[in-house]
């Protein structure tokens, strides 16, 4: 994004010329885990010092006026991204804060249960169980045989576990991007199912490692089916 926040349309090509002119990383260092903890552009990092300049010469005009137009701006952008309405971009720090601020606010009464697979990121898995000794809800983790012949086998795994354990399934957890190991998950066909077998059922997409890797399509059809995007 532009210091006057729009949104950049040029192309950038990938490879070692773009990581040596737009990264700070250290040139005799291979950042292999840009996942858990990485970096962002120059350019992102001077349009932030860029808007804490403007913060800090007028705070007050900043907090009550100055914030809101950014904010708005921003939302905007990403919603363009990733084709969604505007009206249902909310900005929050990270993944991790959005997804904790779902799982932990939910309506869980003892004996319910969460499903996700085996590769579901560490700090999802973290959160609900957390929430396991505070509430007594129940982890349902579908485990993920590798290698994967097909996608199909996701949707095989879901299905199943919903036939045994019906309404008990509160909330289903998929990734869009797994991590370890890396796969795209057919997020909108899990989604479907879901719905399809339970349609009362919660289901959240962590999206945290696709934006800029895949296409993201968050339009109404695919909100029918996933509740949450983070």
Known sequence: MSSDGELCAT??????????????LRKDL??????????????VMANHIEN????????????????????????????????????????VENASYAVNSILRSFPFEKGDKVLVFSSAYRMVTDCLRFIVHSTG?????????????????????VREAI?????SIKVAVFSHISSMP?????????????????????????????PGEIDINLSRDFLESADYYT
């Open 11 to 24: 192309k950038i090509e990938f490879g070692h010329k773009l990581l040596n002119e737009q990264f700070s």
């Open 182 to 210: 890396t796969m795209v998950e057919p997020v909108e066909e899990l989604s479907r199912l879901c719905k399809a077998m339970q349609p009362d059922m919660t289901v959240l997409i962590d999206g945290a490692h696709a």
């Open 52 to 91: 804490l300049q403007v913060q800090e010469s007028f705070p007050e005009t900043w907090f009550r006026e100055t914030i809101y137009e950014v904010i708005s701006k921003s939302r905007e952008a990403i919603a363009q991204l990733v084709h969604a309405n505007v009206e249902e971009i909310v900005l």
């Open 137 to 157: 809800i129940e982890i349902l983790e579908l485990p993920i045989p590798y290698p994967l012949p097909s996608s199909s086998v996701l949707l095989d795994l």
């Open 30 to 43: 291979v950042n292999l885990n840009h996942g858990s903890f990485g970096t962002v552009p120059k350019f």
């Open 163 to 167: 036939s045994t354990h019906g309404s």
